[in-house]
């Protein structure tokens, strides 16, 4: 059978083997319209070392690309960076085939490896800052727990300068084009936001200190490698510029208004928030949860800085749909957020105070008094509405000119 796929060179000594998942749609809860790439890198230094694997049914196109550059017996180390499956799915398969002299992870990273498959193969823990000789070449290790597994760490290949960052600095984005450069900026910003909001975002705090460790090492990095997307080999400062933003979280003049609807009465009052948002000078995001993907909402939340939520009642609770978005919200921590909460209801109206409530456990500081309407909004109705748009920009501009 002929060898289909090729190992892509992205540095003197490493190239990338990994494997492009063109049909994946889903990765816990958010949507990956494009698919995705898992990435393994192959550095080709006296102890021929792979850099992380592949998930589980990808293997194959893994070791065919690793077998267009050498004979996937001849590697000697394997490093995991991290242990979850989508980068460790065939680890205990490949070490049975190929047998190498030793694999690597860090401490966590070997407790995991353990409990994932229950096999008997040997994980040698890295220390954080430790080094390893291949030879003609070193890698040096730095632990970046919860980036964003507590396993997580990252490579770096001093000779050639390859930061090898796992899922930092990464996006699920399938494509042929390997390198970041050939992939239009817009998109690439776009994936990379997207990405970040929903995978980093919990773990701003850590992002922070990790930027900080790695500038203190006074690594020299040419190239950074990440397990998912494409590569970064040029204008390296954008990416880690925008993942400092993002970390940060400073509020900006944007308002993200969420909410789902039973009867358009609920629509309406959002219309009318965002129009008084937009008059004030606000720029708004109107997201219908009848139409939009939780994944868009938190990628809309990341540069916000108003978070204002509206359903109506069903039940006496909220919506499905807005019960989605708040439990998923919730866990990804946004921070440095105002907001508010509105909606309408035929007998009972709990839905606006679910709402608030749901506000605050997500320490989104209450910037205005919530709107509760029976039925259908009437005149009085809508200007209470856009009441509330004009006290959340104000406090908006307020923090923002705090934060400047």
Known sequence: MSNIYSAIKISDHVYWVGAIDWTIRDFHG???????????????ADKITLIDTVKAPFKDEMVSRIKSVVDPAQ?????????????????????DTIKPEKVFASAVGVRTLQELFHDSHEIIPLKDGEGLSLGNMELTFMETRMIHWPDSMFTYLVQDQVLFSQDAFG????????????????????????????????????????????????????????????????????????????????????????????????????????????????????????ETHRSEVVYEVLNAGALIVGSSTLNNNILPAMADVMTYLKGLKPANLIGASFGSYGWSGESVRHLEDMLKEMKVSIAAESVAVKHVPDAVALIK????????????????????
């Open 30 to 44: 958010y949507t990956t319209p494009h698919g995705s790439t898992y990435n393994a890198y192959l550095v080709m």
């Open 75 to 95: 590697i000697k180390y394997i490093i995991s960076n991290h242990s979850e499956m989508d980068h460790s799915g065939c680890l205990p398969e490949l070490i």
């Open 171 to 290: 996006m699920h984005l399938g494509s042929l084009e390997r390198f970041a450069d050939e992939i239009p900026a817009a998109q690439l910003e776009y994936e990379a936001a997207t990405y970040y909001a929903n995978i980093v975002l919990p773990y701003s705090p850590i992002v922070l200190r990790a930027l900080q460790k790695v500038t203190a090492a006074g690594w020299k990095i040419k190239v950074i490698a990440p397990d998912h997307g494409p590569i970064w080999r040029k204008d390296l400062g954008k990416i880690i510029e925008l993942y400092q933003q993002w970390a940060t979280q400073k509020p900006t003049a944007k308002a993200v208004i969420v909410y789902a609807t039973m009867w358009h009465s609920t629509e309406k009052m959002a219309g009318a928030i965002a129009e008084a948002l937009a008059g004030e000078g606000i720029k708004v995001r109107l997201l219908s949860m009848n």
């Open 385 to 404: 509405c856009q009441e509330l748009g004009k006290a959340i920009a104000a406090k908006l501009k307020e923090r923002i000119s705090f934060h400047s």
